[in-house]
Each structure stands twice: as C-alpha cells, then as structure tokens.
C-alpha cells in the first residue's frame, strides 16, 4: 500500500525526481473561499485561516533535477514554474481526507518537462515564459503568454525581507504561516474532463524561510476571478534539496 503519511521534510524512497530549488518565492493573498468553489474536486474541502482561503503564486527556479539513481554532479535539467495553487482537504484513494496543495493553475518555461510532466506525476502544465530578475533593491516575477501578454508581474523589495513578518499580515508569526502554507507533502490536480484526481508527492530538506512583501502589478488568474491582488507576505528560501515523485496517483470522482 502507498503510504500517503509522509512527513514534508523526509526524502521520497523509491525512484523519484531529485532536484535543487535555488529560489522559491511563495506570494500569498488571502480570497474569499467562495471564489475557489469551481476549482474544488468533488468531496474536498478548501483549508482556511482567519477566515480566508489562499491562493499562492508559486514561483521555483529549479537546477540539477533528475532522476534519483544519478549522481548530482551529472548535472540534470534548469526550470522555472509558477504555479497557482491553495491549501485543501482532498480525498484520497484510501478513503481518508488530508490536507495538501490543490494545483489551481500550473505554469513552466520548458516544455520538454510541460511534456514530461503531463505523462508522468501528470501535472498539465503549460508553457509559458517565466523570469525571475534581480537588481540592487528588488526582484521582479514575470510570467507572460507565448504571444508576449503580461499574465503575472511582481515586484519584491530586497529590504523588506526578514525574519519577522509584516505587521499587516494576517498570520501571527512567520512558523504558523510557514506551517499553513508549505506544511504538507503532497500535492493534487482536479482534471474535470477525467473526473479524476491526480495526487503526486513533493518533499524537502528542512528549510529556514525569510518573509517580505510585494507589489503585484498583474496576475490575470486572481483578475480573472473578480478579484484585486493584494499579497498578505511573501516566504523565500534557496538551495533546498527536492524531492518529485516520478508518477502520480489517481482518485476516481
């Protein structure tokens, strides 16, 4: 039986993907949960705090990734993704709900791996261009269509990262937003024309985040539901290994 108890911080057995993420910037904005509504597999339920569902862009520039049996300095594929995503209790195949990542919209800049990860852990991503830059005062997120349209753009300033979080967040302290937010291993996507769930796990080493804030200038997915984006705080990491399960699981609504 597969054993979907896995602790976040404990590296997958089995053969799997390995992978580096050298930064991950989690944006958080915190939604009406009926805004989300469509998006929810039948029998899940949205995760909230104070009252609220939340929708992160999930930025990650991934390098060395590859399958688990090779060697690290073999090297192994570069990507960045942004993917959409919240927290929910999704059902699983053994009957039981557990909390987990609920995928909203997956982005990537390869599509070799878009490819890959339809057929394998059977993630629909999408291609898109997606950068992170960096100057002397901020970062910059840009995700934008093949056609060159701007579908999210954020700007973080360097000063505002640090271990506190913002006076204004609606978390108490940043271990209670870290927990609620990247406190779980394993990860789903609602493929309604399948009527299927596909679950996939994702885990790491333990990590030390540091929190700030951003100006979201665009991102069409929270327009695109009647919504104003306006991020409660951001949580950042680097050089944190990885760990992808190869396939994914299927739950049959």
Known sequence: MIAFDIP?????????LDGTVM???LINYPVPPEALDRFLPPGAELSTWA??????????????MRPSPVPE????????YLIHRTRARLPYPDGKKRESVLV??????????SHIGR????????????SLTSTAESYRITMKEKSGALLYEAELPKASFKKKLPDSSRFTDVEQADDFLLGVSYGGEWQAGAKRLRLFAETHDPWE??????HTTRNVFLE??????????VITMTRIPHYFALFGDDVKL
């Open 8 to 16: 976040p911080t404990k590296r997958l057995s089995g053969l799997h």
């Open 23 to 25: 930064r991950r910037f």
């Open 51 to 64: 009252g609220f569902a939340w929708v992160s862009a999930c930025f990650v520039k991934i390098e060395r």
């Open 73 to 80: 300095a073999l090297g192994g594929i570069e990507f960045n």
């Open 104 to 113: 909203l919209e997956p982005n990537i800049n390869r599509k070799f791996f």
């Open 119 to 130: 057929k394998t852990p059977g993630v629909n991503f999408t291609y898109r261009d997606i």
């Open 209 to 214: 985040a540091s929190v700030g804030t951003c």
């Open 224 to 233: 695109g539901l009647g919504l104003r984006p306006e991020a409660d705080h």
